[in-house]
């Protein structure tokens, strides 16, 4: 999940693999679909991140499909776009980037694109631990890109982004991680308790993010970030405490936030449910949760 930088109340997000190679615009308002974008031509092997970047004051997107449970692939795609208009139709506006590690296969769920360069990075999914890789300065879509270790990572890292210092913010299923860069120390902050954490998109000013689950109707919370200056490594949030916020932040169910809505549609890197745009309403799924 990403937050739009055209348009406002709106983020993108998609579906991973099994769906067709669209993009969902979501309005943060209340949760309804705003647009369905399909990419005409490319694939959805496992479309697992996206990532956002001004790119000199044209918004763009990057498609990660990146993810490979069985770490069997021989390589990854990168798909690039200028940021859509909010119209459900097709595009073939896009540039798609083939690449390849260089130690082997690995499954990764995230895309890094630094918003100063628009240097792409991929951060694998270990159980152990995984691993940062960066991509070369300049991208060829007619060849292979080989990328770069040039770090590691927490274990099971499921979304991340940058922002606009050049910080890094990272999730898995329990905790964030904030790094001064891509590769710096990790300083680790407790997350809401979700059935199975996500995605993380960084909003403008840098201070909060929405963090959200998989699946129809589940709630994407807004969570303060911890100062980077300041920031002690926190315990996980209590189990089972489902409106906990990392360092104090308001609940996006509770009203307190920037408006409570829950996504009609899986959210990024979901596992797909085939007709979730516009199904919730045909089954009577609420589309926003108010309290």
Not at 30 to 55: F, K, M, Q, Y
Not at 151 to 171: E, I, K, N, Q
Not at 215 to 241: D, E, F, I, Q
Not at 257 to 267: D, F, H, M, R
């Amino acid at each position: 999940m990403v937050v739009s930088l055209s348009h406002a109340d709106t983020v993108w997000i998609v579906n991973d693999s099994g769906d067709a190679a669209r993009l969902f615009a979501v309005d943060t308002t209340d949760g309804h679909t705003r647009a369905v974008v399909t990419l005409s031509g490319a694939t959805n092997v496992d479309w697992e991140a996206l990532a956002i970047s001004p790119d000199g004051g044209v918004p763009h997107l990057w498609v990660g499909d990146v993810g490979d449970n069985d770490a069997v692939r021989p390589s990854i795609q990168v798909y690039r776009l200028a940021e859509p208009d909010l119209v459900t139709g097709s595009t073939d506006a896009w540039t798609g980037y083939d690449f390849v590690y260089p130690d082997g296969p690995h499954d990764a769920e995230t895309l890094l694109v630094d918003p100063r360069t628009d240097r792409l990075y991929v951060v694998t999914k270990g159980l152990l631990g995984g691993s940062v890789y960066e991509a070369p300065e300049v991208l060829r879509s007619d060849a292979t890109n080989q990328l770069t270790r040039i770090g590691s990572a927490p274990l099971v890292v499921t979304d991340g982004a940058f922002r606009s210092d050049g910080s890094v913010v990272l999730r898995n299923y329990l905790n964030g991680f904030l790094r001064p860069s891509v590769t710096g120390p990790d300083q680790k902050f407790g997350l809401p308790r979700q059935r199975q954490g996500e995605t993380l998109a960084v909003l403008p000013g840098d201070d909060t993010a929405y963090v959200g689950s998989e699946g129809a109707g589940t709630p994407v919370r807004l969570v303060t970030l911890p100062s980077l200056s300041s920031a002690p490594p926190s315990n996980s949030p209590t189990p089972g405490s489902g409106t906990e916020t990392a360092s104090g932040a308001p609940d996006a169910t509770t009203g307190t936030g920037p408006g409570p809505w829950v996504l009609a549609i899986g959210l990024a890197v979901v596992a797909v449910v085939l007709g979730l745009v516009g199904g919730a309403r045909r089954r009577g799924q609420p589309r926003r949760s108010i309290t």
